[in-house]
């Protein structure tokens, strides 16, 4: 259980991965390491499902605790941020600052001086992709706009 | 990594020592492995942890035996760090290096680093999250605990601790009675703090509030060491005393020696911690820093909307009686700074209608969501604006430590013109509505095992007995459609049909539903229909229904009004009338005097009383 909560929880300690773009690209924490990966192993869009239905909590990272290689690191732990504060995270990238949008970037490891900058090319990236994004799929759109925009200007540190 | 081999002699000496100065009777020892004084066991104590892997001696029940294991265990090779037990029990293992001559070989609890880093945390805060009217287990709120590190002002991802009961099963009537007689195991859980600020502020719409303690990094050390052991633990839930405050406290308790619960009471009531924790002192130091208010999504949206001006108010209810918000010509028209201003009380206004109508897929809820969607395409579209800066509060809301004490005793003088007597008033457990209302759902009455005895010329009575009474008045703070919901009551126990009649009580059970009003800034009336079943008394048969009509005044902090205007009528057209004016003085944590006059019927009936609470 312990090895399970620890699971969950590395996503704040900043230690470690840098993220790069290629990692981001292969991992899509929704599809591969939530309850639904579980579920419906073969049939990703079920996963996706099932994910949003249930939850991408501490349970969703367990449940692909025996594949730390892709569902640890601080890719996953954002992304299970974004799906747990989803509203008030939009909310707060809509305006361009908040608490929600920092402790995003601070997960990511991005340094004070550059949150202006990467939540101003994200706000502009999710804005383009709000009118054709199915509400369910929203959270994926933003950590894609995040990934994209963090990928050569934060690590963990 | 090198192992050091163990020293023999070295564990036979430190055996011998911890034997010789009795550490197994300690009391650091006997917090640390949850030992209570227990009748049944030959050691006289038994832990209140049920999980087997939490003890080394195979015995829940030894003290001693536990010691001597855990010694032995400390100086066995290290093959695995995280699961020696040096790294797994890091308070037992600190406490016994600190209190014997143990020579040990160095040693990295990976693990344990990675859930906490202690070198950068410097507060535990102490969290209470006001009561919850819609689910019985949370009427009296709950506790978390928290680190966080004093640099950081951003506390969404700080590591925060639960306990709570792991619930088998959503029958309401199993949930109740399991939760009170031992049906469910509870243990300490951790997450970070985004999730609970959630929970409670955004989906519960409860307000936090965050007592910020005054610890040493070794005291803060020696929570974080314990909490560690006790992730995996098991313990059994009792709703009344061994819940989250009675497990935060016990935890306090390693580093905290004033006692943060009532020894001899059978329950224990989260706001009793904080209260005590404000009261206490630690070497003429308070125990507690500083308290800081984290606002529901409600309190959010009730902020920002008495921030803006009476134009814009007037404006937003305007909106919000009309379909498509951000279309309407006089939203449109708005510069792009008043827009902004609309939009975060709209986003808020939102996101409390929602989590109030539930999952409902209703034409409100499917509406709200519609309208979030253009609000957020909207915002979009108008200039980023800077972090929000820090408001004043307009609606001053108080801390619950400044609540009176849960528990009451009341004595009062009554009399009428045939005669008068005594009341001896009997309440463990909450408030009523005259009450001070701080960390509390304000216009509100929640009590239980209230009981009131009378004396009359010598002889005594049970006037009243409330086993669960709870009334909302549920005021609308704003014009705003659907910040106006129903008035509630419900009332279950032993009443006095006619006050004037000093023993004849009979069960009832009663309920009320209507509307509540602010006619300024001190004044509520509120319009209740009541209906009630009951025993017969007087061959009134055995159902009322009626209405009461009610003036609720907060005239000044030490005075509070209410006035009832009651008339009700049996299913065998018996009619009844009362006025009652009652008045609370006063309203000091520990005390109030009470002061009432009644007209039943004919009847004048005036009661003088003095609360104690504590």
Request: with cysteine; glycine share 4%; charged share 20%.
């Amino acid at each position: 259980m312990k090895k399970l909560i620890l699971s969950a929880l590395a996503a704040a300690t900043l230690v470690g991965t840098n993220i790069s773009a290629v990692q981001a690209e292969k991992i899509n924490p929704w599809r591969d390491c939530g309850i639904g990966a579980l579920i419906f192993p073969s049939v990703p869009a079920g996963a996706v499902i099932s994910n949003i239905i249930w939850d991408l909590g501490t349970t969703a990272v367990t449940s692909n605790a025996s594949s730390p290689d892709t569902c640890e690191g601080e890719t996953v732990k954002v992304a299970q941020f974004i799906q747990e504060t989803f509203k008030p995270l939009e909310e707060e990238t809509a305006n361009g600052s908040g608490e929600h949008v920092t402790a995003m970037l601070n997960i990511l490891g991005c340094e004070e001086n550059v949150h202006n900058s990467i939540i101003k090319n994200v706000r502009l990236e999710y804005a383009t992709k709000l009118e054709s994004t199915e509400d369910t799929q929203k959270p994926q759109a933003l950590y894609n706009a995040v990934i994209h925009n963090t990928a050569d200007v934060c690590s963990a540190s | 990594m090198f192992v050091f081999p163990a020293s023999a002699t070295s564990l036979q000496e430190n055996l011998s020592l911890a034997i010789q100065t009795n550490l197994d009777e300690h009391p650091y020892w006997l917090k640390l492995l949850h030992y209570k004084k227990h009748i049944g066991s030959t050691s006289g104590y038994k832990s209140e942890v049920i999980s087997e892997d939490f003890f080394l001696s195979n015995t829940k029940s030894d003290p001693l035996a536990e010691l001597k294991a855990t010694i032995k265990s400390i100086y066995t090779p290290i093959t695995n760090p995280n699961q020696h037990t040096r790294c797994k029990f890091i308070a037992r293992t600190q406490w016994l290096q600190s209190k014997l001559n143990m020579e040990l070989p160095s040693i990295e609890c990976e693990e344990f680093k990675q859930w906490i880093d202690l070198e950068n945390i410097n507060q535990v805060q102490l969290v209470f999250a006001s009561g919850y009217l819609k689910n019985p287990a949370s009427f009296y709120g709950h506790l978390l605990l928290k680190f966080s590190s004093s640099s950081n002002k951003n506390n969404l991802l700080d590591l925060s601790i639960n306990y709570g009961a792991m619930l088998t099963d959503t029958n309401p009537i199993l949930y109740i009675v399991n939760g009170i007689f031992g049906g469910y195991t509870a243990g300490f859980s951790d997450s970070r703090f985004y999730r609970q600020n959630h929970n409670y502020g955004q989906t519960d719409l409860r307000d936090l509030w965050s007592y910020n303690l005054d610890l040493s990094q070794d005291q803060i050390k020696q929570i974080a060491f314990h909490l560690w052991e006790l992730l995996d633990v098991q313990f059994t839930y009792y709703f009344l005393d061994k819940n989250c405050a009675y497990h935060f406290a016990n935890l306090l308790a390693l580093v905290i020696e004033a006692p943060l619960t009532d020894q001899y009471s059978p329950w224990v009531m989260p706001l009793t911690i904080f209260q005590k924790l404000m009261e206490n002192k630690s070497k003429d130091n308070p125990l507690v820093k500083s308290v800081t208010h984290i606002a529901s999504r409600q309190s959010q949206f009730y902020e920002k909307y008495f921030h803006l001006n009476e134009k814009q108010q007037q404006l937003l209810k305007l909106l919000l009686e009309s379909n498509d918000w951000v279309s309407h010509s006089k939203f449109k028209s708005l510069p792009d700074n008043e827009k902004i201003a609309l939009i975060n009380v709209l986003f808020d206004y939102i996101e409390y209608q929602l989590a109030e109508l539930g999952d409902s897929s209703s034409d409100r809820v499917q509406q709200l969501s519609l309208e979030k969607k253009k609000l957020i395409r909207t915002r979009f579209s108008l200039p980023a604006s800077p972090a929000k800066k820090q408001r004043t509060h307009l609606l001053k809301t108080q801390p619950p430590h400044h609540s009176q004490y849960p528990k009451l005793i009341r004595v009062s003088g009554i009399s009428s013109k045939e005669s008068s007597g005594a009341l001896l008033q009997l309440r463990p457990v909450y408030y009523d509505i005259l009450g001070s209302e701080s960390g509390r759902m304000p216009n509100s009455a929640l009590s239980m095992a209230d009981l009131t005895l009378s004396n009359f010329n010598g002889n005594f009575a049970i006037r009243r007995f409330n086993i669960v009474a709870i009334e909302s008045y549920n005021v609308a703070k704003t014009e705003l459609r659907g910040d106006n919901k129903y008035a509630w009551m419900i009332n279950f126990g032993l009443d006095t049909p006619d006050n004037m009649c000093f023993n004849c009580t009979r069960v009832q059970l009663s309920g009320g539903l209507g509307k509540s009003y602010k006619l300024s800034h001190q004044h509520i009336i509120n319009f209740m229909a009541l209906g009630s079943i009951h025993t017969e008394h007087n061959n009134e048969g055995n159902a009322t229904i009626g209405g009461q009509v009610s003036l609720l005044s907060k005239i000044n902090p030490s005075w509070n009004s209410l006035i009832t205007f009651n008339k009700t009528r049996t299913l065998t057209n018996v009619p009844t009338s009362s006025i009652k004016w009652e008045n609370s003085f006063f309203n000091l944590k520990h005390f109030d005097v009470r002061l009432s006059l009644e007209r039943n019927n004919s009847n004048l009936l005036v009661t003088a009383g003095y609360s104690f609470y504590f």
